[in-house]
């Protein structure tokens, strides 16, 4: 009976050591991350569709990355006028795409020089603390 209990709080002790790991994987899954490359300091503009592949409504937050100083969610809302966005959800098994002239990140004050073909990082953050680093590709102003 006491080895059980032994048993019970070592697994419980280890359960309690692993959420670092686990709380921030987040069941997502993100395809046609890329860049629009514009020179000299005009802010870029990041695309992406992300697709949540569990089982409770997620919510993406905001971005960061080591190669801008700033990212902020933006939404289009007619030809040519964007505005900030608090949050994007997403439902279960549902995915919410950015694409030009629609959703994007807006990603500000590069940190270093970046060119189309480079490949940057940047780090999408959700509600809850989870967090999923993804390779975003830098394409050109045609996106291509
Ligand atoms: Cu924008």
Excluded: C
């Amino acid at each position: 009976m006491r080895r059980r209990l032994i048993l019970f709080l070592a697994a419980f002790a280890w359960l309690a050591a692993v959420p670092a790991g686990a709380a921030s994987r987040v069941p997502v899954q993100v395809t046609e991350a890329r860049i629009r490359w514009l020179p000299g300091d005009l802010p870029m503009a990041g695309y992406f569709v992300i697709r949540n592949t569990g089982e409770r409504p997620l919510r993406l937050i905001g971005a960061s990355s080591p190669a801008y100083r700033r990212i902020v969610l933006h939404r289009t809302v007619s030809y040519g006028r964007m505005k900030p966005a608090k949050s994007f959800e997403i439902a279960p098994g549902w995915s919410v795409q950015f694409t030009p002239g629609g959703n994007h990140l807006m990603l500000m004050g590069r940190t270093r020089a970046i060119h189309p073909g480079d490949v940057v990082p940047i780090t999408l953050h959700f509600a809850g603390g989870g967090a999923l680093r993804v390779k975003f590709r830098v394409r050109g102003a045609d996106l291509r």
